[in-house]
């Protein structure tokens, strides 16, 4: 009888064993990780990135927190949680300059002893550059930019044109496309104040051999290459009438691509996941549109603005590590491959490039990988968010008219001499 009753209770100690373990699994914690996010978000790849990580790895839940999709207001938006050291978002996503500032502040968590030289070697040595500060790695990055001239490779062909090197070509095609069109907006660009404006202008710029600093480090906006450059921008408005006046009310790029995408715009200059947007099902442009590197000046160079974003991990977050886990995962071969071959951005890792079925899908990558090696890119500085607030409130007074170009960067130039003057 004893040995009945024994095993009973035996049997019954093993069943709340398991019952009670059962209970803490089901219960156990679940982390949430906030993931900042762009609102502008093609064939929305970022969110299902979030919902595909959460539902394979159920003990981590990724929550995405939108950001504004002009970068300058994202950085605000960024700066704002980081600086009040709140936990509002766990992974930080950085644009291409604002590593100095944010590792200079405090914010970034260093990622040098999570992820090993050959972990790092797959990506581009351009991006890792700009993620170390003071010789340590802030982030890695996830998605590789350029901003190219996209345009309706139909109506060019229809023209008889071929793609335009230089400005004065690209005024010509646009007259004479829109006089045949009707229409069509020639040049549909972002002109309003923003961040998007200064890459913008740091083509032109560029492109005319102007520069914000010389090699050292000198102010040099104000010369006079510089006012040539933001002379032309306020000559494609007001005397060639290649670029609407509207679009200087435009400070995002969701507001001008939609002409573009639409099948209402000739040009439109402008980041890779254009291609993405432009190629979805049942698009007017489908199958038209090609992208070239930006129309540079006579005797000038060609200057594309390279961009590209990078995921950190803010120093105020309560699961770093679960943090870092998700950077590793989204950075992989095989989610980044996964990404770009359902519309979403173009990736990192430089072997994409040679992946067949990448090529097929993305034909343009292994060219525009070569824009992105040979771009230009925005000032460096911990003070460039200052450089760059300043540089938009007076680029946008030339093209308002409010003030000649030269007037506007004399101004500019004063301002960033007492910048870096602090």
Same mark, same amino acid.
């Given at each position: 009888?004893?040995?009945?009753?024994?095993?009973?209770?035996?049997?019954?100690?093993?069943?709340?064993?398991?019952?009670?373990?059962?209970?803490?699994?089901?219960?156990?914690?679940?982390?949430?990780?906030?993931?900042?996010?762009?609102?502008?978000?093609?064939?929305?790849?970022?969110?299902?990135?979030?919902?595909?990580?959460?539902?394979?790895?159920?003990?981590?839940?990724?929550?995405?927190?939108?950001?504004?999709?002009?970068?300058?207001?994202?950085?605000?938006?960024?700066?704002?949680?980081?600086?009040?050291?709140?936990?509002?978002?766990?992974?930080?996503?950085?644009?291409?300059?604002?590593?100095?500032?944010?590792?200079?502040?405090?914010?970034?968590?260093?990622?040098?002893?999570?992820?090993?030289?050959?972990?790092?070697?797959?990506?581009?040595?351009?991006?890792?550059?700009?993620?170390?500060?003071?010789?340590?790695?802030?982030?890695?990055?996830?998605?590789?930019?350029?901003?190219?001239?996209?345009?309706?490779?139909?109506?060019?062909?229809?023209?008889?044109?071929?793609?335009?090197?230089?400005?004065?070509?690209?005024?010509?095609?646009?007259?004479?496309?829109?006089?045949?069109?009707?229409?069509?907006?020639?040049?549909?660009?972002?002109?309003?104040?923003?961040?998007?404006?200064?890459?913008?202008?740091?083509?032109?710029?560029?492109?005319?051999?102007?520069?914000?600093?010389?090699?050292?480090?000198?102010?040099?906006?104000?010369?006079?290459?510089?006012?040539?450059?933001?002379?032309?921008?306020?000559?494609? !408005?007001? @005397?060639? *009438? +290649?670029?609407?006046?509207?679009?200087?009310? &435009?400070? =995002?790029?969701?507001?001008?691509?939609?002409?573009?995408?639409?099948?209402?715009?000739?040009?439109?200059?402008?980041?890779?996941?254009?291609?993405?947007?432009?190629?979805?099902?049942?698009?007017?442009?489908?199958?038209?549109?090609?992208?070239?590197?930006?129309?540079?000046?006579?005797?000038?160079?060609?200057?594309?603005?390279?961009?590209?974003?990078?995921?950190?991990?803010?120093?105020?977050?309560?699961?770093?590590?679960?943090?870092?886990?998700?950077?590793?995962?989204?950075?992989?071969?095989?989610?980044?491959?996964?990404?770009?071959?359902?519309?979403?951005?173009?990736?990192?890792?430089?072997?994409?490039?040679?992946?067949?079925?990448?090529?097929?899908?993305?034909?343009?990558?292994?060219?525009?990988?070569? !824009?992105? @090696?040979? *771009? +230009?890119?925005?000032?460096?500085?911990?003070? &460039?968010? =200052?450089?760059?607030?300043?540089?938009?409130?007076?680029?946008?007074?030339?093209?308002?008219?409010?003030?000649?170009?030269?007037?506007?960067?004399?101004?500019?130039?004063?301002?960033?001499?007492?910048?870096?003057?602090?």
């Amino acid at each position: 009888m004893l040995k009945y009753f024994g095993s009973k209770i035996f049997l019954l100690v093993i069943l709340i064993i398991f019952m009670l373990g059962l209970f803490s699994i089901v219960n156990a914690e679940e982390v949430t990780i906030r993931w900042a996010v762009f609102s502008n978000d093609p064939n929305g790849m970022m969110q299902a990135a979030a919902d595909r990580y959460s539902k394979e790895n159920p003990d981590v839940n990724i929550q995405t927190v939108q950001m504004p999709s002009a970068a300058d207001k994202n950085h605000d938006k960024q700066v704002s949680i980081l600086a009040a050291q709140s936990s509002a978002i766990d992974i930080v996503n950085i644009d291409v300059v604002w590593p100095p500032e944010f590792a200079s502040a405090g914010w970034l968590l260093p990622l040098d002893e999570y992820f090993t030289e050959s972990e790092i070697s797959v990506f581009p040595p351009a991006q890792i550059k700009s993620n170390t500060v003071n010789g340590k790695l802030y982030a890695i990055p996830w998605m590789l930019d350029s901003h190219v001239l996209w345009y309706r490779k139909d109506l060019l062909d229809k023209y008889g044109y071929k793609v335009p090197d230089t400005w004065d070509e690209l005024i010509e095609q646009a007259q004479a496309i829109k006089e045949g069109e009707g229409e069509i907006i020639p040049y549909s660009v972002t002109f309003g104040r923003g961040e998007q404006l200064i890459c913008n202008f740091i083509e032109f710029l560029k492109g005319n051999g102007g520069s914000f600093f010389d090699e050292k480090g000198n102010v040099t906006i104000n010369e006079a290459e510089a006012v040539e450059a933001l002379q032309m921008m306020v000559d494609l !408005i007001y @005397e060639h *009438g +290649v670029i609407p006046e509207e679009m200087l009310n &435009y400070d =995002a790029l969701p507001e001008t691509i939609r002409y573009f995408n639409e099948g209402k715009a000739l040009f439109h200059p402008n980041w890779n996941y254009v291609w993405g947007t432009s190629q979805v099902e049942g698009s007017p442009v489908r199958g038209k549109v090609s992208y070239t590197p930006i129309p540079m000046f006579p005797g000038g160079t060609k200057a594309d603005c390279v961009g590209g974003w990078s995921l950190g991990v803010s120093v105020y977050s309560s699961h770093k590590k679960e943090a870092i886990e998700f950077i590793k995962w989204y950075t992989s071969y095989e989610i980044q491959k996964w990404e770009m071959l359902n519309g979403g951005y173009t990736m990192t890792r430089t072997a994409l490039t040679s992946d067949p079925e990448i090529l097929e899908a993305i034909p343009f990558l292994e060219d525009y990988k070569k !824009i992105f @090696e040979n *771009g +230009v890119t925005r000032p460096r500085t911990p003070y &460039y968010s =200052a450089i760059s607030d300043n540089a938009q409130s007076y680029i946008s007074q030339a093209l308002y008219k409010q003030l000649t170009p030269q007037e506007a960067l004399d101004k500019l130039a004063a301002v960033m001499e007492d910048i870096i003057a602090e």
